[in-house]
């Protein structure tokens, strides 16, 4: 049984950095399709990034465009959200997710949370002055 803990959240000043990390155990991370998600008070759980099994193919949600950038480990059972150029309206509990798939290559990935199976407990990012 895979399980995924989030690691790195805290309050940030605006146009400040974080580095998100989700490590994995139980199973290795290379069977499984990756994605960080967010969820702010009032709001429904939104898809951030994703990335695929051999972490060649990455796709990011228009509002982090450019600021955050997604990446594994597979060799520490890890995945990282890099987050630049923070803003107030990143403040949320971020989710690390995963779901096992086939395909190590392909030119997609979902960002959707029906398609993922194990999440992580979340972490708080706020970001304010």
């Known amino acids: 049984q895979l399980r995924l803990v989030e690691s790195g959240g805290g309050l940030v000043q605006p146009g400040g950095s974080l580095r998100l990390s989700c490590a994995a155990s139980?199973?290795?991370?290379?069977?499984?399709?990756l994605g960080w998600f967010r969820q702010a008070p009032g709001k429904e759980r939104e898809g951030v990034s994703c990335?695929?099994?051999?972490?060649?193919?990455?796709n990011y949600a228009d509002s982090v465009k450019g600021r955050f950038t997604i990446s594994r480990d597979n060799a520490k059972n890890t995945v990282y959200l890099q987050m630049d150029s923070l803003k107030p309206e990143d403040t949320a509990v971020y989710y690390c997710?995963?779901?096992?798939?086939?395909?190590?290559?392909?030119?997609?990935?979902?960002?959707?949370?029906?398609?993922?199976?194990?999440w992580g407990q979340g972490t708080q990012v706020t970001v304010s002055s």
């Open positions: 990335i695929i099994r051999s972490g060649g193919y990455t």
């Open positions: 997710a995963a779901f096992s798939t086939y395909y190590y290559y392909r030119y997609t990935c979902s960002r959707t949370t029906n398609a993922y199976n194990y």
């Open positions: 139980g199973s290795t991370l290379d069977d499984y399709e």
